[in-house]
Nanobody, 121 residues
Framework: QVVLAESGGGLVQAGGSLRLSCAASGLTFNWYTMGWFRQAPGKEREFVAAISWSEGSRSYADSVKGRFTISRDNAKSTTYLQMNSLKPEDTAVYYC??????????????WGQGTQVTVSS
């Protein structure tokens, strides 16, 4: 059974930082592109960032470029999302995702349960 367990969400003031973690189990972590999506109330789930298995390729949504950094530790089967200069519009439930493809699909193979990030103004 594949489990993607997110942690690190919470309440932060605008301009602050948070670091999300996603611990994966039940899959061969090195084989998967890992990523993050988010869903704000009343909106569709959207792509945030992704990183290839070898860390050779990273991609970001335009809205987070320069503020968020995705990374992974294959030895720990964990993916991270460092979020800096947070804005109220970053408020959402953040979901970890794993995809067997070389690039993250809009509907990944696996999802985590999500972690809430709330940015106050």
């Amino acid at each position: 059974q594949v489990v993607l367990a997110e942690s690190g969400g919470g309440l932060v003031q605008a301009g602050g930082s948070l670091r999300l973690s996603c611990a994966a189990s039940g899959l061969t972590f090195n084989w998967y592109t890992m990523g993050w999506f988010r869903q704000a109330p009343g909106k569709e789930r959207e792509f945030v960032a992704a990183i290839s298995w070898s860390e050779g390729s990273r991609s970001y949504a335009d809205s987070v470029k320069g503020r968020f950094t995705i990374s992974r530790d294959n030895a720990k089967s964990t993916t991270y999302l460092q979020m800096n200069s947070l804005k109220p519009e970053d408020t959402a439930v953040y979901y970890c995702a794993a995809d067997r493809s070389a690039t993250m699909k809009s509907r990944p193979d696996y999802w985590g349960q999500g972690t809430q990030v709330t940015v106050s103004s």
